[in-house]
């Protein structure tokens, strides 16, 4: 586990039922650990979304597109050719928000898994110990397979957990002034999905709410596994400051959210 914690057997029970359920036990399911590396499995784990994303976003643009030249008879311009575009991207950015916010936290939690490793005695020498990834027991902790693995982690690193904040960010960021203005554009309705559900001040929140996640579900992960109270300490005091955080700036547009957020 994250935090190589020994769950009670009640709560251990259900959280295997949502790892069975999740979209990597999904992808395992068809790429059998006996036929596909580990990178390989990896590999199409984080771009499938990818795809599945970028497909929505070209159907939002061609069923505008479609309708653009059904409706005009003239040669279109290149501006008004970048307009329909544009907002043919605007008209499934909200799903496509929708689909990193439900792929996001389980992709970047098993990017960061390979360094989660299990300890083994070694068959050679007492008292000695061997570590072993978890998700792929055949890779031995330190040893040239993995590294390769943890280069393509770091490469998926800056595409997922990295680049979904700076998603966030870029879009939450023009929405300042129209938010403020409290001048609708096509911007702020295609993520609303984002900002709708807190105070005006606290706009970008769910942005530093999804670091939140990222840091307690993976990042915390780099932290070696012979530290495994470190991390339970810093996922601890990330909790912490947190909560008082919630209950003092009290960012939910609804005081029942505010309560459930800190409890």
Known sequence: STYSARLPELLARRVGINEALAFDAWCEAFLRP??????????????????????????????????????????????????????????????????????????????????????????????????????????????????STEHLAYFLIAIWPLGSLLLYGSLLIPCYKPLHAKSPTALTWATAFLHREYELTFYWWEALELARKLTLTGAVLLIEEQRAFLRLLVATVICSVYAVGLAIVRPYKRVEDDVLAVA
């Not at 575009?85 to 389980?106: I, N, Q, Y």
């Not at 390979?114 to 110990?129: F, G, I, L």
């Open 34 to 147: 006996q036929c596909f590396s580990y990178s390989t499995r990896l590999l199409v784990f984080a771009f499938t979304p990818i795809v599945l994303i970028a497909s929505f976003l070209l159907v939002g643009i061609g069923v505008r597109v479609r309708r653009w030249l059904v409706a005009t008879a003239s040669r279109p311009t290149c501006a008004e050719a970048v307009d329909v575009v544009t907002r043919g991207m605007f008209d499934l950015t909200p799903a496509g928000l929708v689909l990193v916010f439900c792929f996001v936290p389980s992709i970047s939690a098993a990017i960061f898994r390979t360094w989660s490793c299990q300890a083994y005695d070694d068959p050679e020498q007492d008292d000695n110990m061997i570590l072993y990834m978890r998700r792929d027991l055949s890779i031995e902790c330190g040893s040239d397979d993995h590294k």
